[in-house]
């Protein structure tokens, strides 16, 4: 089956800094990648969509001067949360799609920020 | 706009009872109904999935879903629990198209007791 990878699956940091997520196709191509955010015990919330080679589509609410979205290529998504306070601190979840219309999507891993 | 409600944010059940996890939707065009299943500190892994056809849809690990048109609903069900079932679970819509955006249900916590 289709697989997608995180790293770091875990990370922390302090105030103010910032860190970048990878997600990883690892076996096919990937046209569309979203970022999900998942706090303690709560559902997954679409923070925004990645098409290959255009800017991200952000979801209502969601920063996206703080939370930078690259699709550089058909299977690499990186998100980077710029000046991380300890709000940020979170569950975030990668899947990703081979394309549009009723296509799965396959979902990373996920990594575990938290901000100090 | 699509929604999803998930009632009962927990269920137990006793090792070989019956699960039943429920699921309601609503959207505007023909929606495309998942259910993902997660365990702790991991992402989600498909259960199941509708698109078309046949509502009543099986999938892994021994579940099944069925598509009830005039209920709006895709409640999860499997015969007889067992202890690796105990995990969230995830009742998710899409209405499919260009951004296969996905809109996920609060989850429901399953336990599975001895």
């Known amino acids: 089956g289709a697989v997608v990878s995180q790293h770091p699956s875990w990370v922390i940091c302090k105030s103010g800094t910032s860190v970048k997520i990878e997600c990883r196709s690892l076996d096919f191509q990937a046209t569309t990648m979203f970022w999900y955010r998942q706090f303690p015990k709560q559902s997954l919330m679409l923070m925004a969509t990645?098409?290959?080679?255009?800017?991200?589509?952000?979801e209502q609410g969601v920063e996206k001067d703080k939370f930078l979205i690259n699709h550089a290529s058909l299977t690499l998504s990186t998100l980077t949360v710029t000046s991380a306070h300890p709000e940020d601190s979170s569950f975030y979840i990668c899947s990703a799609s081979a394309a549009g219309g009723i296509s799965e999507q396959y979902f990373g891993p996920g990594t575990r920020l938290t901000v100090t | 706009a699509q929604s999803v409600t998930q009632l009962g944010s927990h269920v137990s059940v006793s090792e070989g009872a019956l699960v039943l996890l429920r699921c309601n939707y609503s959207s505007s065009v023909p929606p495309y109904l998942f259910w993902y299943v997660q365990y702790p500190n991991q992402g989600l892994q498909l259960l199941l999935k509708y698109t078309t056809g046949a509502t009543l849809v099986k999938g892994i690990n021994g579940f099944e879903a069925e598509f009830k048109k005039s209920e709006t609903s895709f409640h999860l069900t499997k015969p007889s629990a067992h202890m690796s079932d105990a995990a969230e679970y995830f009742c998710a819509v899409s209405e499919g198209g260009a951004t296969n955006k996905l809109i996920f249900g609060t989850g429901t916590l399953l336990a599975v007791q001895p």
């Open positions: 990645s098409n290959e080679g255009s800017k991200a589509t952000y």
